[in-house]
């Protein structure tokens, strides 16, 4: 009996072909990597669109990451109000609608689709093109993104908060090497649920894009898409953990260059968003490509019921 994603025969298969995939498979690893480097290739140009991708959405939905969760735990431990302000940090940074509509309109004129349109107009794809798809969705986008927020605030509630105070109460010093083995397991499966929650974020604002749809809506068809292709998932998103290091490869390489000039250390920061910049629009021209690899559906199918295509630009 075949399997989710795999062709019948996938069952006699290589435990490490369930990681590469095997002909037949919708995608496999070898397809990811040749999408990505597609995209990369397609956002190498700078360009101001690039100031919307600083803003796109990584696999890190947590502010600050595991480390500095950690240690806000550790120092405000006592202080019943810390995880609420976490929560209002977390709520304030959605607000700004500015960011949040650049991510959505990124997106939006990621698709497959909306490249083509620019292609037979000959140009590539602006800043201002990105913000005026995201007109109508704007606030769905930012439901979107408090939602899978909320949902990392609760992973952190749920799964490392008890056994972080449970073993401060042991009176084990936070710090030490004892404190930190006990707390890893817990850790880990915190890292596996957020990476899984990132994911599904990143499914969910295509189909937001590609549907102009409601945020639930995007969500809940995020979560089906991988729910139902598990392991094709999965190479998407090993693929896109090589854009992340390749994103920290790039950082770390362009500092300790401008540094050896002597005199491009106040250029540093412009390096840095730079980077940042390039990385976002790969990532979202990417994961545009992957919602529709993975079945994710577009107007351009015909199936009833989904929104509209892209709006015209005004």
């Known amino acids: ?175 030490s090497g004892m404190f930190a083995a006990l707390l890893a397991p817990f850790v880990g499966v915190f890292l596996v649920f957020l990476a899984l929650v990132s994911v599904i974020y990143q499914l969910a604002l295509s189909s937001l894009a590609h549907n102009r749809r409601g945020s639930s809506s995007a969500l809940t068809h995020g979560w089906r898409i991988a729910r139902h292709r598990p392991w094709a998932t999965l190479r998407a998103a090993l693929v896109d953990l090589v854009l992340w290091a390749m994103q920290r490869v790039l950082m770390i390489a362009s500092g300790f260059a401008l540094l050896a000039t002597c005199v491009g250390a106040p250029f540093i920061p412009v390096a840095l968003l730079g980077v940042l910049g390039f990385v976002g629009v790969t990532r979202a021209s990417y994961w545009a490509r992957m919602y529709r690899e993975l079945g994710g559906l577009s107007p351009e199918d015909g199936v009833p019921g989904l929104g509209a295509g892209q709006p015209e630009a005004a």
């Open 1 to 175: 009996m075949s399997t989710g994603n795999s062709p019948g025969s996938s069952a006699q298969t290589p435990r490490v072909s369930r990681w590469l995939g095997v002909e037949g498979e919708e995608l496999t690893l070898s397809r990811a990597r040749a999408a990505l480097a597609l995209c990369a290739r397609m956002a190498g140009h700078p360009s101001w669109l690039w100031i919307a991708g600083i803003f796109y959405p990584a696999l890190d939905l947590v502010p600050g990451g595991v480390w500095n969760m950690n240690l806000n735990l550790a120092r405000h431990g006592e202080d019943p109000n810390a995880i609420a302000a976490q929560l209002a940090l977390a709520v304030g940074m959605i607000a700004l609608v500015f960011p949040v509509r650049l991510i959505v309109g990124l997106a939006a004129i990621s698709t497959p689709h909306a490249g083509n349109l620019l292609e037979r107009e000959a140009r590539r794809p602006r800043l201002r093109d990105a913000w005026r798809a995201a007109r109508g969705i704007t606030l769905s986008g930012c439901a979107l993104t408090l939602e899978l927020w909320l949902m990392g605030c609760i992973g952190i509630t749920l799964l490392v908060a008890p056994p972080f105070f449970f073993l401060k109460g042991l009176e084990l010093d936070p710090e």
